[in-house]
C-alpha cells in the first residue's frame, strides 16, 4: 500500500489543527486513485460521505461530509515528509458561505488506498501540540514524537461509493 493522501477531516475533530502549513508549495502530482466520492459507517450506523476531486495535476479540493447540512471544503496535496507521502489540508469554507473563523486552517494526513479501500489516519494535534510559531516548530514537534505509536489517530476506513445513475 501506498501512503498518500487525504483527508481530511476536521473529521474526527470539532475543528482545524495548526495554524502553519508543514508542507509548502504543491510539488508531487496527485494520486489518482484517491479521487471519487468515498463514504465510511460510523458506529451509531450513520454514513459519512468524503469528496476527493482533482482541483489540478497538483492539488485536490475535499468536501466533508458530503451531504451534511453543512459541508466543509479544502484544498489538499501531496508531499514528501521523513520518508513518508502525506497529505497537506487547507480549510477555507463551508457550503453556507462561511469562511475559518480563526486561523487553524490546517491538517495533516496519512492515507492509503487500495482498490476500493481508503484508510486515513490524521496527525494528532494532541501529542504534537497545536500552538506553533513556524513550520519548522511544527516539524521538529512531529520529530520528536516519531516513535510514538498515537502520532497518528486511529484508522479510518472508506470505502468507494458506487453512483448510481
Not at 502553519?20 to 450513520?46: E, N
Request: proline share 4%.
Amino acid at each position: 500500500m501506498k501512503w498518500l493522501l487525504p483527508v481530511v477531516v476536521c473529521l474526527l475533530l470539532a475543528g482545524c489543527d495548526f495554524t502553519v502549513p508543514l508542507s509548502g508549495k504543491p510539488g508531487m502530482a496527485i494520486d489518482k486513485q484517491a479521487v471519487g466520492l468515498w463514504q465510511r459507517v460510523l458506529p451509531d450506523g450513520d454514513t459519512e460521505r468524503l469528496l476527493v476531486m482533482a482541483l489540478n495535476e497538483r492539488e485536490y479540493v475535499l468536501c466533508w461530509p458530503k451531504g451534511a447540512d453543512t459541508e466543509l471544503f479544502a484544498r489538499a496535496h501531496l508531499f514528501e515528509y521523513s520518508g513518508r507521502t502525506l497529505v497537506q489540508l487547507q480549510w477555507f469554507g463551508n457550503s453556507e458561505g462561511a469562511a475559518p473563523d480563526d486561523d487553524r486552517v490546517f491538517q495533516i494526513a496519512a492515507y492509503s488506498v487500495a482498490g476500493d479501500v481508503l484508510e486515513i489516519r490524521m496527525l494528532n494535534a494532541d501529542v504534537t501540540g497545536k500552538d506553533f510559531r513556524s513550520s519548522d516548530e511544527l516539524a521538529k514537534a512531529i520529530e520528536n514524537n516519531h516513535d510514538n505509536p498515537t502520532l497518528y489517530s486511529e484508522v479510518m476506513i472508506f470505502k468507494k461509493a458506487r453512483v448510481e445513475n
